[in-house]
């Protein structure tokens, strides 16, 4: 039995990049022989053990073979004579195909290292074309290795994926988990461009295709390690139409990709009251008190403020000149700040005039709180 460290902890160690996870592939090995030396099987579709004491994942050498569309149609062989080349040629691309053994010698049958030198990335074979799930993962690659770029045999191969259909295969949840970790890399604007260059962004989310001028923001949203509901927002935004036609055309795309709440709400909100933000220190303390309401800033002050942060990217990027964060802020503190419960005690049992008193004490505090300051106030206290 040997056992190799595969894939990314290889690929990271030999860029010079922190490694996270090791995964470990044991080569001449059988389950029954794999728990007689006290490894735990968690896999389900092939051999997949638990070390004994130090808990992390050994996979027993595989082969693959494609039965049905899309990204499951897979049976995998797992047995002890699947030699290392083997389990190699069927992983991705080739600079994921690199294996290191316990002495530290590479194992680099399909050319990963001269990719890695080359800032590649190129596919280990024409199995490639039998996973959909490998363009999406290609552009998440190139969202964090930004000086890397596709190899122009392995883009064309993914072009033949997309106008074979193989990509209408992925199911939602598929496309988000790895959008959503693409956005959280260091360029999140080269998955986007890569999805586009091979048609999958056309065929996946066509929504996105017109978000080009987006993009740089996108970037700048990641420079300033923004979390993943502020650049879903900034992704999504759409300066165009009424405010209503905007908001649901990006609840729909949401909605499409089953985005968890915290970043569709919040991508939502963006769109619906961009210009609301904008306009801040124009507006009326009852509109101000409307825009805080219809966020929920009341009982969810840290959204209103991550709100406010995604507009200030679309408009100054990473520029801080944004007095309407100070200005709402300020705004959002005094309308937080009424004691709602003492106003009630006094009304006695009459929800409706309840309503109305504590909105009206809302407004005058506000009122109070951005006379005092004002939107050249604001800019003052910003910039302090």
């Known amino acids: 039995m040997q056992i190799y460290t595969v894939g990314g902890a290889v690929r990271d160690a030999l860029l010079g990049l922190p490694v996270k996870d090791r995964d470990y592939v044991v080569v001449g090995a059988t389950p029954e022989a794999m728990v007689a030396l006290g490894y735990t099987p968690v896999g ?19 082969t693959e073979r494609k039965t049905a569309p899309g990204y499951r149609g897979f049976v995998f062989h ?54 959909p799930v490998r363009i999406l993962r290609v552009a998440r690659f190139a969202a964090r290795f930004t000086g890397f770029s596709v190899a122009p045999e392995t883009n064309l191969l993914m072009q033949t994926m997309v106008a074979s259909g193989e990509v209408d295969a992925l199911v939602p949840e598929r496309v988000w988990q790895e959008l959503a970790r693409g956005l959280m890399e260091q360029q999140p604007s080269r998955m986007i461009d890569v999805l586009r260059d091979c048609g999958a962004l056309a065929r996946l989310l066509p ?5 080009g001028p987006l993009l740089p923001l996108l970037d700048q949203a990641a420079a300033q390690g923004l979390a993943l509901p502020l650049r879903v927002a900034v992704l999504l935004h759409d300066p165009a139409g009424d405010p209503t036609s905007r908001s649901q055309r990006v609840d729909a795309i949401a909605s499409l990709l089953k985005m968890p709440a915290d970043c569709r709400d919040l991508a939502v909100m963006v769109t619906r009251d961009y210009h609301a933000v904008v306009d801040a220190p124009g507006l009326s ?30 408009v ?9 964060a100070v200005f709402l802020a300020e705004a959002l503190k005094a309308a937080r700040g009424v004691p709602a419960g003492m106003i009630a005690a006094g009304l006695g049992a009459q929800p409706q005039a309840i309503a109305q008193a504590v909105r ?22 910003y910039n302090n």
């Open 207 to 211: 929504e996105l295709d017109a978000a």
């Open 78 to 131: 797992a047995a002890g004579d699947v030699t290392l080349e083997q389990d190699l040629a069927r992983r991705d691309l080739t600079i994921n195909a690199i294996a290191q053994a316990g002495d530290g010698a590479l194992v680099d049958p399909y050319g990963g290292r001269a990719d890695l030198a080359a800032k590649l990335f190129r596919h280990v074979s024409a199995a490639f074309a039998e996973d």
């Open 285 to 314: 303390a009852e509109a101000i008190v409307g825009l805080i309401e219809r966020s929920d800033g009341l009982r969810k002050p840290q959204r209103f403020a991550d709100m406010v942060t995604a507009v200030r990217c679309l």
């Open 360 to 381: 009206a004490a809302r407004v005058d505090a506000v009122a109070l709180r951005i006379g005092a300051i004002g939107p050249a106030g604001a800019a003052s206290q």
């Open 316 to 324: 100054a990027g990473s520029d801080d000149d944004f007095p309407q």
């Open 44 to 62: 389900k579709d092939f051999p997949v053990f638990l070390h004994p004491k130090t808990h992390e994942e050994y996979a027993l050498a595989r």
